[in-house]
């Protein structure tokens, strides 16, 4: 399915849309009971996929990656001489695909623990027409116990999943899914849920708007976000900038 415009950082096509025009692209995929998978793509997740430690194939048409904070922007600026139309983050974007679901969908969770799962719940009861079945933690104690969890999500014939459990892990588990013949929705949501429940707070409208919802983050959790936005970001744009300076350097020989 090729209805979406897209931009390349290194190999990877990013969708390039304004924000109700992704959740058109969203909207068309549910209706018509078409597998996808949708990634919001940030500098972390970036990183895992240049050092090759992603499982989930970026390239293929059905996966959605959609362009999620200032990084990103920054990149297509060095790429393609231009920002992303829309930040098309998670926290904006699943709202929208909660109420873009057939009430009579299988839906099913992957990540979180039983008391976040009961507050999806309640959430999900006073607000949305959804059909949540099976709820499942996403802490694996080994292999056995992940591949039963994705036995029983397709014996039950689960027609959407998200999955919450930080990437690189539930990119890599959506791909273990569709190895063993997942045809439904996938959806990577990252902290989505802890968002939507109210355990965490988004940043002020004026920082969303400039895109530095990121240090809002920072500054509430900054230990656990330190070296993933100081350390692992920069070096990761440092090598943005070699490949693309290398890449012009090629097409002026």
Known sequence: ???MRRDFIFDVGIVSEDFDNAIDLIAHSLENGLPFTLVFLNSNLLDYYYNRKLDLDLKNENVFIFPDGIFLDLCNI??????FKANLNGT???PKVLDLLDPEASVSIVGGDSDLHNLVRQRLSG???VNLGCLYSGFFRNEQEKHAVINDIIEKNVEVIFVAMGNPLQENFVQELRDAGFQGAAICVGAFFNFFVGLEKRAPRILRIVRMEWFYRFVNSPRRLFKRYFLAGPRLFLLVVIYNLR???RLSD
């Not at 060095?78 to 920002?83: A, D, I, P, Q, V």
């Open 127 to 129: 607000s949305y027409d």
């Open 247 to 249: 890449s012009r350097f």
């Open 1 to 3: 399915m090729d209805l």
């Open 78 to 83: 060095l790429f393609n001489g231009k920002r």
């Open 92 to 94: 904006d974007v699943c």
